[in-house]
């Protein structure tokens, strides 16, 4: 069997690189034979709703029912669900090397680990077979992918097995059509073709297996996918979404990364770079992106691009959808019918401008409840926010290279975020999804508007405060209720954050953006347990699904 890590495929530039102990991508790291073991609260509120899903285009559930069979997944993820210390250990330490690709990711909703990571996974595996030498893929007569522990237990009703399908028939994660994912879902039984070089064989979803959700392995989220001659493999992998479509597998080594030219951990060293040296952002941002990365400048304005495409995109598509949403929610969507009835409305400029930004934030977040293609910025739960305001911005003739600094300026923010907080929602509830990412759309408008670094940062740490303390508490564990709504009022309260900073003197803001990030990081450190995506606790527990 040929040996995985011999591969000659550059796959530097595949997430799993993150850097920082509080983005919750990871979880903590605990070996598995330690007697008294330590399990991150992301991990622990996943397997807490992995009670709570049912088929993920299944009928109703009873929410109280749906908890206790979370607790009981729980058990058996205190005792299974170990994260193996040979996976890349998140740091802290040191100045920022988070980059755009690792941040800014691109695939299909609701969960980034879920689906986005699976899909992930299955493309990097299509990728490195269409490499193998022929006379070994002559030998192919399918492909077969086994899904372990959480992935297993709820895969089927986040989608997993679809968008792992997709990613083996060869769909970029990025570009794959909505229509196409939800033909996955509609035909089960459809049978594809599939042509690796001289190979030609049939697939379909029953080569997704869903395995053993119990037992010891690497992660919760461990998959593996084979290329198969007959009953034997050709070449397998085994792969983990480690969280926030952030995949990592057996072998694996971190890319190494550059030093960036202007280091910071905080926005006060910012400061003296942008304020003081007088350096424009999109400078510094570039210069410490290209020392990081190795890439070159236009690989990055591409790679922005790319992502601005996708989320208007997403927009586009959300606002054309009505009808329920799938799940046992049974929730109607909202984009569509508030578009239209803006247009033939008379709440005039102001209730025209608020109506339609929000619209903007329910298409795309209800997008990412329908198992599409989305972005995490910073996570999916939020991925209603930043396309909303690209779009908005696009409305109103923004420069396209305004727009495309503005995505640089919301991308600091987020690294400073989850570089001295957190971005995980089972860490630090709602205020580390959507409060970041309305703070970072409030930065994305102000650069796009031309203001100051000044402006820029009080804008971010406006929409952020405001933010402090929302709990996150999805109603069966699906986000929808109360997630896609808060996607619409996060990207209303950027722009008012914009504009309250950009009329206010900008030096007389008493509270920095420092503080409020260590705000954040304080509430969340001391926020219950049960407000942080574990579904125990707030609207999850007070709206019963009969």
């Not at 600091?412 to 970041?436: F, R």
Request: proline letters at 6%; charged letters at 20%.
């Amino acid at each position: 069997m040929k040996n995985p890590n011999e591969s000659q495929i550059d796959l530097s530039s595949i997430c799993g690189t993150c850097k920082t102990h509080s983005c919750g991508s990871c979880g903590s790291l605990v070996t598995p034979i330690d007697p008294l073991p330590q399990v991150s609260r992301r991990n622990f509120g996943k397997s807490l709703l992995l009670g709570s899903a049912a088929a993920f285009f299944g009928t109703g559930v009873d929410t109280r029912a749906s908890v206790k069979s979370a607790k009981m997944m729980a058990d058996m993820n205190l005792h299974n669900g170990f994260v193996s210390p040979n996976l890349a250990v998140s740091q802290k330490e040191g100045p920022i090397l988070t980059v755009l690709d690792e941040f800014y990711k691109m695939g299909p909703g609701p969960s980034s680990s879920h689906t986005m990571g699976p899909m992930r996974i299955t493309y990097d595996f299509y990728q490195r077979v269409s490499k193998l030498p022929t006379d070994e893929l002559k030998r192919a007569t399918s492909l077969k992918v086994h899904l372990f522990g959480s992935l297993s237990a709820t895969g089927e009703g986040h989608g997993t097995n679809r968008a792992s399908l997709a990613g083996l028939l060869g769909k970029s994660p990025a570009d794959c059509p909505p229509e196409f994912l939800d033909g996955l879902a509609a035909d089960p039984n459809k049978i594809y073709k599939l042509n690796l070089g001289p190979a030609s064989f049939d697939v379909s979803l029953k080569d997704v297996i869903f395995d053993k959700p119990d037992g010891t392995f690497p992660h919760p989220n461990t998959m593996t996918c084979k290329l198969m001659a007959g009953d034997q493999a050709i070449y397998e992998l085994e792969y983990y979404s480690v969280g926030g479509g952030f995949i990592e597998w057996k072998g694996y080594k971190s890319p190494d990364k550059g030093q960036p030219k202007y280091p910071y951990e905080h926005a006060r060293e910012l400061k003296k770079y942008l304020i003081d040296d007088k350096i424009p952002l999109a400078k510094l941002f570039l210069e410490n992106e290209m020392s990081i990365s190795g890439k070159s400048e236009q690989e990055i304005w591409e790679f922005i691009d790319q992502v601005s495409e996708v989320m208007v995109r997403g927009v586009d598509a959300g606002l054309k959808v009505d009808g329920l949403l799938p799940g046992p929610i049974k929730l109607e969507s909202k984009a569509a019918e508030m578009y239209h009835n803006i247009q033939k409305g008379n709440k005039g400029p102001a209730g025209r401008a608020v109506a339609t930004i929000a619209a903007y934030g329910f298409a795309m977040a209800e997008e990412n409840a329908r198992g599409h293609i989305i972005v995490t910025a910073p996570t999916g739960g939020s991925a209603g926010i930043i396309p909303a305001i690209v779009k908005s911005l696009r409305d109103v003739n923004t420069p396209t290279q305004n727009v495309r600094e503005g995505l640089l300026a919301a991308a600091v923010i987020g690294y400073l975020c989850k570089h001295n907080a957190t971005l995980s929602g089972a860490e630090g509830g709602c205020q580390a999804e959507v409060g970041v990412g309305s703070s970072m759309g409030a930065a994305l408008i102000s650069q796009a508007m031309g203001e100051s670094p000044k402006v820029v940062s009080n804008a971010a740490e406006s929409a952020l405060e405001h933010h402090l303390g929302m709990t996150c508490d999805p109603v069966a564990g699906y986000v929808q209720i109360p997630c896609i709504e808060r996607c619409a009022y996060g990207a209303v309260k950027a722009w008012t954050a914009y504009t309250i900073a950009s009329e206010e003197v900008p030096e007389e803001r008493r509270v920095d953006l420092d503080t409020t990030i260590s705000a954040m990081a304080l509430t969340a450190k001391e926020m219950n347990t049960k407000y942080k995506e574990t579904s125990e606790g707030g609207l999850a527990v007070s709206v019963v699904l009969c």
